[in-house]
């Protein structure tokens, strides 16, 4: 059994910082790579970051919304996966999932075979 477990999420003004972090345990995945996506009320579940590794190399990508005030790491002994997220805006908030062991492109929800339960990110003006 595969569970993902999140935190960090919170409620914070706008220009403020967060850090949503993403444990893994169980087995171990078949694809490396873990993303953040988002979801506020009413609205499709949205890609936010993806981290891919190998042995040799790590490549991340952002959603443009969010390209350059977001960091997406991970900790490969803690089989953690962080979201540094700076200069908070209102439009920001959302529900945070973290995703792992993907099986198609990065960036559609759909082909995550695991999901976190999700933390709230409320930014306010």
């Known amino acids: 059994q595969v569970q993902l477990v999140e935190s960090g999420g919170g409620l914070v003004q706008a220009g403020g910082s967060l850090r949503l972090s993403c444990t893994a345990s169980g087995r171990t995945f078949s694809s490396n790579a873990m993303a953040w996506f988002r979801q506020a009320p009413g609205k499709d579940r949205d890609f936010v970051a993806v981290i891919s590794w190998t042995a040799i190399t790590t490549h991340v990508y952002y959603a443009d919304s969010v390209r350059g005030r977001f960091t997406i790491s991970r900790d490969n002994f803690e089989n953690t996966v962080y979201l540094q997220m700076n200069s908070l805006k209102p439009e920001d908030t959302a529900v945070y999932y973290c995703?792992?062991?993907?099986?198609?492109?990065?960036?559609?929800?759909?082909?995550?075979?695991?999901w976190g339960q999700g933390t709230q990110v409320t930014v306010s003006s």
């Open positions: 995703a792992a062991d993907p099986s198609g492109s990065y960036y559609n929800p759909e082909v995550y075979n695991y």
